[in-house]
């Protein structure tokens, strides 16, 4: 059973733009924060973007302004727009829920992740 599914990832050019897509369970989406996070070939993965007490946004600094989280309650989804996208944010994207409440308290959910490659 997937409790997350990504989509909406593909291949732009620099500049270009993308929205990715997640669609949680129920449960997830109601008991749960919910984020984006992303993992460059080599490197950790990062948070991108979040939010925190199920209403507050909170994005990393290389964001600056280019991206923005959404959550749509009627569809139980949560999407990342993504502008003015550059090469080095080439990555997969995963969406992420943790901080989880009462019976799901404890547990963490990924996403399988959806691929983003910009072009030079």
């Known amino acids: 059973q997937a409790h997350l599914v990504e989509s909406g990832g593909g291949l732009v050019q620099d500049g270009g733009s993308l929205r990715l897509s997640c669609t949680a369970s129920?449960?997830?989406?109601?008991?749960?924060?919910l984020a984006w996070y992303r993992q460059a070939p080599g490197k950790a993965r990062e948070l991108v973007a979040e939010y925190t007490s199920g209403t507050y946004e909170n994005y990393a600094a290389f964001v600056k302004g280019r991206f923005t989280i959404r959550r749509d309650n009627a569809n139980s989804a949560v999407y990342l727009k993504l502008d003015d996208l550059k090469p080095e944010d080439t990555a997969v994207y995963y969406c992420?829920?943790?901080?989880?409440?009462?019976?799901?308290?404890?547990?963490?959910?990924w996403g399988q992740g959806t691929q983003v490659t910009v072009s030079s």
């Open positions: 992420n829920a943790d901080r989880c409440q009462r019976r799901l308290r404890g547990r963490s959910y």
């Open positions: 129920g449960s997830i989406f109601s008991l749960c924060d």
